[in-house]
């Protein structure tokens, strides 16, 4: 099999790291990166065997881009604290990098759980996010803040199974999340060049909640869906609203809003 590093961005996830490491063991290296620990995140990797690099937070593009970098193998698996490889996905992994790969970069279907139960709608699965097994020079990621894009150089192609998603513990992390992304939204929008008005962050806020929960399906998936729905719009709504207040402070006219 051709050698794989796996690398695990990381921010306070004692309560998460260890599962993460221990679904990806089979792999050659997991490279864990810190990006300003404060709790035991960093000393619960080093004794599963990881190798640790601290790197400073400046956006998940620019993070990305560095932790590839500093891989030691061609072949790079990248996977979240939250998420965890299943031993289906192990096994598919190590037969495809068997051997000359047909494809450069993989997509791979993520099933995301979410209130105790497994989301099947809301646009949550398979959740292609973004490409997550790949070949060194392969794919790049775009300098953004946060919802990094990528670009393929190569062959793309899909595996079948699944990575699992934990996303939050509770409510008080999904809160947490919307609020530090919805300011590195605004931060990307704000680098973008774009403006807003307070009447765009609710028509775009809405528009967010019913997307979620109509067209997708959300209120299939139960309180689940309703609250993942309200969270895309308190989200959204937070991240026009905060770039809205920063134009507001700046003087900047919404002609050219977002």
Excluded at 43 to 59: D, N, V, W, Y
Aim: net charge neutral.
């Amino acid at each position: 099999m051709n050698p794989v590093s796996v690398f695990i961005p990381v921010l306070n996830e004692e309560d998460k790291i260890a599962d993460a490491v221990q679904s990806v063991q089979w792999a050659d290296e997991v490279l864990v990166v810190d990006t300003g620990c404060t709790d035991g995140t960093i000393t619960i990797a080093r004794k599963l065997g990881c190798r640790i690099e601290s790197l400073p937070f400046e956006g998940f593009g620019k993070l990305r881009n560095q932790a590839v970098a500093l891989c030691s193998n061609d072949w790079v698996l990248s996977i979240d604290a939250d998420e965890r490889c299943t031993p289906e996905l192990s096994l598919e992994i190590q037969a495809t990098l068997t051997g000359e790969p047909t494809f450069d970069a993989y997509f791979i279907p993520r099933r995301n759980y979410f209130m105790g139960r497994r989301i099947n709608h809301c646009g949550w699965y398979p959740d292609y996010c973004q490409p997550k097994l790949f070949k060194k020079g392969a794919l790049t990621y775009r300098n953004d803040m946060v919802h990094e894009g990528f670009d393929i150089h190569g062959r793309l192609g899909y595996l079948k199974s699944d990575v699992l998603h934990y996303s939050f513990r509770d409510l008080d992390q999904v809160i947490n999340k919307m609020n530090r992304y919805s300011t590195l939204g605004m931060q990307k929008m704000q680098q973008q060049g774009k403006t807003a008005g307070m009447g765009t962050a609710l028509a775009r806020g809405l528009w967010a909640f019913f997307r979620i929960y109509v067209l997708k399906l959300g209120f299939l998936d139960g309180w689940a869906g309703f609250v993942i729905a309200l969270g895309n719009f308190e989200g959204t709504y937070y991240r026009y609203a905060k770039l809205a207040l920063r134009d507001k402070q700046a003087g900047v006219s919404g002609s050219h809003q977002a």
